[in-house]
């Protein structure tokens, strides 16, 4: 294949390669956003004396998983909301979201301009949005203890790390990325990358076409 | 603050303590070398006296932290009416399962489901029974060998059969027998729980009614009950059960076939003489007028065929229950007698189910009987017969063996290496002894022989060995159910403990050795099974929330979230709704009029393990157990006027004492 020659506008060639790399990148980043969605981006573990097994809370786009009961159950007596409060609005539109993100990856395919690299930036970005989104609910969460509550007096606001290990109370939290996450950050790298190809090659093609006076 | 140096003082004390423990020198100045026993574990035998066969024993049954038995022993609770559960080999008793008995802890007979349990345990005429004699707990079976799913246990005082479902270790069915008032030989189940056996003692009127003891042998009945188990409900169906009914003799404990015997029962009897007591009158007393005669009778029933019968043979109906009459029972073959020794006790079945095994109480040896020879010998039939017409098979056409063990052989338990355990009542002792026929196994010893005897401490009565009565015993521990403890435990007082004692059943050609002494302070408890813990499958938490454990079905007024709490008044009913999580119930506040019904219904919805609940309201003898996912309803009458507290029983969390509400009754 890597013979296999493409004959630009201008009657230069260039190696079918340079066109099969970003397309196939391009869509296994969006392979890979779609895979994410059924894995866990991220989880929290929180260990104390009398959970020998742990209580664990797992973070999917779109849902929340595990001890979610039990961990409600513990913290009413602080006055804070159950988990499902967090992010509820992301959670309902983050399926759309990811669907639309790998439809607009695709979409650059056939897209030969400038247009392509607007288009790429969403899935790029999504990670970090993602983290940063996180940090904020969790910055809310452990800030809505309610003095008023049970125990709420005896614990002062906090926010869980996004990553690692913390202290509440009797519980030591253990934070960390899940394999959608990864699958997310590797699809962002794979659109990086696939754009930065995309853009040299077609660049050359649109160079050629203006070289050779086709409109 | 008051206590302040409290904690500063303690500290300090613990910190001295550890360091004069580290300062301490070495009292032989040796380091612990590899493998050998450590010097500090020395030092602790010594300072106890501990032998080298005790350091062995606490080896063999020290369970670490969080490590779990091997093993389970379900144990009759004797007339507590309960069942224990107890590890294996830690000898810790884990639990007791209320049967017979109110027991609060499980919330068993003080308002909701449990109550209505209890209550169709009562006599018919209605009369409250709020004890039970637990003999025989038997596991259910498949094949043979314990499935874990059930287990059955009779009540000797008033004939009644309860079922166990070990999902959740609760009693979810008590039956009271219609007919009789006396059993012993119970529950055993034949090899696919098809049936659960229920077999008779002391003979009386059918259906107790009265008659004069002059009317002993015209009168006087005993009934074998033959109760029919659905494993899918998970309950006996008492429209397709059946009893049989046999001479006034008193049976004694029986066994169903299995393997070769498969389709035959087993029952033991004594006071053939017929005896009727009469002490005060100058009559021999039944001790005496029962054991007369050198020889009593082992019951041959053939279950299958009489199972034919009941469904479609002549049979008699007797408050709800069919009857094969002793003379059908006779005519179609379905009953025969073969001698056995003096009053004997325990009828037991080896793994292969070609041999039986009788303990012969007052004679000392055990009687072994061959499955061939019985089969070829009813297939003969004889016209030896009892008064009632019941062919007797000659004891040389049944006979396989007659292995002497000693004084009061009693009850037989089996291993995987081709030996059996009989417990020696008055010799106090276990009697290990060889298996021959297809029961023979690696034992260097010569077939139907003694090898040992093990004194154990006082009196055995029963004893157990890993599934030692199915057709898959294993091998290493036998447990001996010491009716006195006598000298064995702290002196408190004149009522005394049981003892179980296990005992390490060693290898072949080895020598059985006592491991532990567990003191039983609750009631005379007879039989017990040990099972593979393995074989368990129960609930960590109810399967969902709203689980009615009586029915094993969500309750219709379960009280699924928080949001469903709430009172409905309808005129003088007033129904409560209560969700109940860590650490409230849910309304607080419940008022009511003095004589309105209340219908409080109650659901745990938590799904944490051991996050149980209880409700109790002070005053009106109501105490529940709300297991995570339960639900439970009670219904009561508010009859004192006043304010009564209500509030959780089981330390559910930090706000546990929080965990309350004012039921109050307002005066007429």
């Known amino acids: 294949m890597s013979e296999l020659k493409v004959v630009l506008a201008d009657g230069s060639q260039r190696p079918l390669n340079d066109f099969f790399w970003p397309h196939l990148l391009l869509m296994l980043a969006s392979l890979l956003l779609c895979l994410s969605v059924f894995l866990p981006f991220w989880s929290i573990k929180m260990n104390a004396p009398q959970f020998p097994d742990g209580l664990k809370a797992v973070l999917y786009i779109d849902r929340v998983e595990g001890h979610v009961q039990e961990i409600d159950g513990l913290n009413h007596y602080l006055g804070m909301p159950p988990l499902d409060e967090g992010g509820k609005l992301e959670r309902k539109v983050s399926l759309g979201a990811v669907g639309l993100m790998s439809l607009l990856i695709l979409g650059t395919l056939f897209v030969h301009n400038r247009w392509a690299g607007a288009m790429g930036v969403p899935a790029l970005v999504f990670p970090w949005v993602f983290l940063a989104d996180l940090q904020l609910i969790l910055y809310r969460y452990g800030h809505s203890v309610d003095p008023e509550s049970a125990l709420g007096g005896a614990i002062k606001p906090f926010t869980p790390p996004v990553i690692g290990v913390g202290k509440i109370g009797q519980f030591i939290t253990e934070a960390s990325f899940g394999a959608g996450f990864y699958l997310s950050l590797a699809a962002a790298g794979c659109v990086l990358a696939g754009l930065w190809m995309h853009r040299r090659i077609y660049r050359e093609v649109a160079l050629a076409r203006r070289r050779a006076g086709v409109p | ?668």
Not at chain 2, 133 to 150: A, C, V
Not at chain 2, 313 to 341: Q, S
């Open chain 2, 1 to 668: 603050m008051k206590t302040s140096w409290k904690w500063p003082a303690a500290i300090t004390t613990l910190t001295g303590l550890l360091f004069a423990g580290a300062c301490t020198p070495n009292p032989t100045g040796n380091a612990p070398a590899g493998g050998a026993i450590p010097t500090d574990v020395m030092s602790v035998a010594r300072e106890r006296g501990l032998t080298p066969d005790d350091l062995y024993a606490a080896a063999k049954t020290y369970m670490p932290s969080g490590k779990h038995d091997d093993y389970v022993l379900f144990a009759s609770g004797g007339h507590s009416g309960q069942v224990h559960v107890i590890g294996v080999p830690s000898m810790r008793l884990l639990k007791t399962i209320a049967v017979f008995t109110p027991e609060p802890w499980q919330g068993y007979g003080y308002g909701g489901g449990p109550s209505e349990v209890l209550k169709k345990g009562n006599m018919p005429s209605g009369k409250e029974l709020t004890w039970g004699d637990t003999h025989h707990p038997n596991l259910s079976e498949t094949k043979g060998s314990y499935d874990g799913r059930f287990l059955f246990i009779n009540d000797k005082a008033n004939a009644r059969l309860a079922v166990i479902d070990l999902r959740d270790f609760e009693t979810k069915q008590i039956i009271k027998n219609p007919n009789a008032i006396s059993d012993h030989g119970g529950s055993f189940v034949t090899p696919n729980t098809e049936y659960v056996v229920e077999g008779p003692q002391y003979a009386t009127p059918i259906g107790w009614e009265y008659s004069d003891i002059k009317n002993y042998k015209e009168k006087y009945r005993a009934l074998l009950t033959f109760w029919k188990f659905d494993p899918l409900a998970g309950r006996i169906n008492v429209a397709q059960s059946f009893q049989m009914e046999l001479p006034p003799y008193f049976q004694d404990l029986a066994d169903a076939g299995k393997g070769a015997s498969d389709g035959l029962v087993f029952v033991n009897s004594f006071n053939t003489e017929m005896a009727t007591g009469g002490i005060e009158k100058g009559e021999p007393p039944f001790e005496a007028g029962a054991s007369k005669n050198d020889v009593d009778y082992l019951h041959i029933i053939d279950w299958r065929k009489a199972a034919q019968i009941a469904k479609s043979g002549p049979t008699r109906t007797v408050n709800g229950m069919k009857i094969i009459g002793l003379d059908t029972a006779v005519k179609e073959k379905l009953l025969y007698f073969t001698p056995e020794p003096k009053s004997p006790h325990g009828v037991d079945v080896t793994p292969s189910g070609e041999s039986i095994v009788v303990g012969g109480k007052l004679d000392p040896h055990v009687t072994v009987y061959s499955t061939a020879k019985i089969r070829a010998a009813m297939a003969k039939g004889s016209q030896n017969k009892d008064p009632f017409g019941v062919p007797i098979l000659s004891l040389d056409d049944t006979k396989e063996a007659q292995v002497e063990l000693g004084l009061g052989p009693l009850h037989t338990v089996f291993d995987n290496q081709g030996y059996a355990y009989t417990s020696m009542f008055l010799d106090s002792a276990v009697a290990r002894w060889t298996l021959g026929g297809a029961d023979k196994g690696q034992h260097p010893e010569p077939d139907w022989t003694l090898v040992q005897k093990l004194p154990v401490h006082y009196n055995i009565g029963h004893i157990a060995s890993i599934e030692g009565d199915t057709a898959t015993p294993g091998q290493g521990y036998v447990v001996a159910l010491n009716k006195w403890s006598t000298d064995r435990f702290l002196n408190l007082g004149p009522l005394l403990p049981q003892n179980f004692q296990l005992v390490d059943s060693a290898r072949p050609g080895e020598s059985m050795k006592v491991l532990y002494d567990s003191p039983i302070g609750v009631a005379e408890p007879h039989y017990a099974q040990l099972m593979r813990a393995d074989r368990l499958k129960p609930y960590e938490v109810y399967p969902f929330v709203g689980f009615n454990p009586e029915t094993g079905q969500k309750d219709p007024n379960a009280v699924l979230s928080p949001k469903d709490a709430r009172i409905v008044r309808k005129g003088k009913v007033v129904e409560i709704f209560t969700p109940v999580i860590r650490s409230h119930f849910s309304p607080e506040h419940v008022t009511v009029n003095e004589g309105d019904t209340v219908i409080w219904h109650l659901t745990n919805i938590e799904r944490t393990r051991d996050a149980i609940h209880g409700f109790c309201i002070g005053g009106y003898n109501i105490n529940l157990s709300l297991e995570p996912g339960e639900h439970q309803t009670v219904t009561f009458k508010a009859d004192q006027p006043g304010v009564f507290p209500f509030y959780c029983t089981e330390f559910c969390s930090a706000l546990h004492l929080e965990m309350m509400g004012y039921f109050m009754v307002k005066p007429r």
